[in-house]
């Protein structure tokens, strides 16, 4: 079962200095952190601040060949969690026929940001990305799991390159 998520933030994880993208369930009773890199998080900034570029970016780019090609995106879905790595799907439509193309996370959401489509994660990546927070010895998820808990509207969104 696939459950809807919002990008709540983008920041930076106090432990390893590596950015962080927040989903964060309708509900907002479930939270899951992405670690993404450098550039991925920046063209997701992009878009969340809305800042134009004087050239289009890869994910700009995706978006105009899209919309050329008639062709919509029905949702972005993660839909796995393997050796502590995410993949996603982005669910394409075009002359009424389904399309699924595997991506990374990171550009699944930038482009569904830059095309207000709905953002899913399956239940399953919830419940294996709590297992694997569980039992991983890099950092002290605790404390990382209360850190994220405990962030408000102020917190979130604060990104500096």
């Given at each position: ?8 933030g983008?920041m ?5 200095n590596m950015?962080i ?6 509900d907002?009773?479930?939270i899951l ?5 450098i550039y ?6 992009l878009?969340?601040?809305k ?5 289009p970016?890869t ?5 105009t060949?899209?919309?050329?090609l ?17 993949y996603a ?7 009424g ?8 996370p ?15 994660v399956e ?6 990305s ?11 998820n ?20």
């Amino acid at each position: 079962m696939e459950v809807e998520m919002k990008i709540r933030g983008l920041m930076m994880d106090p432990v390893t200095n590596m950015p962080i993208v927040i989903l964060k369930d309708i509900d907002g009773s479930q939270i899951l952190p992405i670690w993404v890199g450098i550039y991925e998080a920046n063209a997701i900034a992009l878009e969340i601040e809305k800042v134009a570029t004087p050239r289009p970016m890869t994910h700009d780019l995706i978006k105009t060949l899209l919309l050329g090609l008639n062709t919509g995106v029905q949702k972005v879905v993660v839909n796995e969690l393997r050796d502590d790595t995410f993949y996603a799907l982005i669910w394409l439509e075009r002359d009424g026929e389904l399309i699924s193309v595997d991506s990374r996370p990171s550009d699944a959401l930038a482009l569904a940001l830059r095309l207000d489509c709905p953002i899913y994660v399956e239940e399953q990546v919830l419940k294996s990305s709590k297992s694997a927070n569980a039992s991983s010895d890099k950092i002290n998820n605790e404390e990382l799991r209360r850190w994220l808990e405990n962030l408000n509207d102020e917190d979130l969104g604060r990104y500096k390159m």
